[in-house]
């Protein structure tokens, strides 16, 4: 059973700040997706990243994918409030089910 | 809105009771897919229809859970004399399957707190 780890589970800074979330699989990914979900809500999609090395980017949010493609890393830049929530990164196995990681609930202080 | 629905959004029960949770998935989507999340951690898979069959169902639905999707649109989750243990964020997600990389639209879900 593929287990996802990310770190840290919480984090808290002020706006206008850096940081950098994490993620690591017990395997190799078939797809790796980082979702953002907000209280009360269901996860919305972010990014898919499939191949080892890929870096992407939206807006302020750069999404990097390992090498081994067993681990990605989430950095956002100059966060803002509405950057409040709680990231999960998921494994797409075999275009099918999602398996996701254990979150990393992030909260940015106005 | 012509998002994924799921309708109620809170439920609160006694432990022993049957609940039944409804989704209504974007038009046209013909993946449906059933997650549960409970507090502090990621969403964790429980089943998949493609149109009205059941593909696949996790270890994690006992015998006293059942979902079906009858016409192929919207789906019911039922869960049969509940526990404390059930209570949780049940998630619905739709997809329009196309034979490769999808993406997953998820509901708001339904809170159960089994008292």
């Known amino acids: 059973t593929q287990l996802l780890e990310q770190s840290p589970q919480f984090l808290s800074i002020q706006e206008g700040e850096n940081l950098t979330v994490y993620c690591n699989s017990s395997?190799?990914?078939?797809?790796l997706q980082w979702y953002r979900q907000e209280p009360g809500e269901g996860p919305v999609l972010l990014v898919t990243v499939v191949t080892g090395g890929e870096v992407k980017k939206l807006k302020r949010l750069t999404f990097q994918f390992g090498d081994a493609r067993k681990d990605s890393s989430l950095h956002i830049t100059a966060a803002q409030p509405g950057d409040t929530g709680l990231y999960l990164c998921a494994d797409l196995f075999g275009n099918e089910k999602l398996t996701f990681g254990t979150g990393t609930r992030l909260t940015i202080i106005p | 809105d012509t998002g994924v629905s799921q309708d109620p959004r809170h439920k609160i029960t006694k432990r022993g009771q049957n609940v039944t949770f409804r989704c209504d998935p974007i038009?046209?989507?013909?993946?449906l897919y059933w997650y549960r999340q409970t507090l502090g951690q990621g969403p964790e898979f429980l089943t998949y229809f493609q149109n009205e069959a059941q593909l696949e169902k996790s270890r994690l639905l006992s015998d006293r859970f059942s979902a079906e999707r009858p016409k192929g649109s919207f789906s019911t989750l039922e869960i049969q004399r509940t526990e404390q243990g059930d209570s949780a964020m049940y998630l619905c997600?739709?997809?329009?399957?196309?034979?490769?990389?999808?993406?997953?639209?998820f509901g708001p879900g339904t809170r159960l707190l089994v008292l």
């Open positions: 395997s190799v990914f078939s797809s």
């Open positions: 038009s046209e989507h013909n993946r």
């Open positions: 997600a739709s997809s329009p399957w196309s034979g490769i990389q999808e993406t997953q639209y």
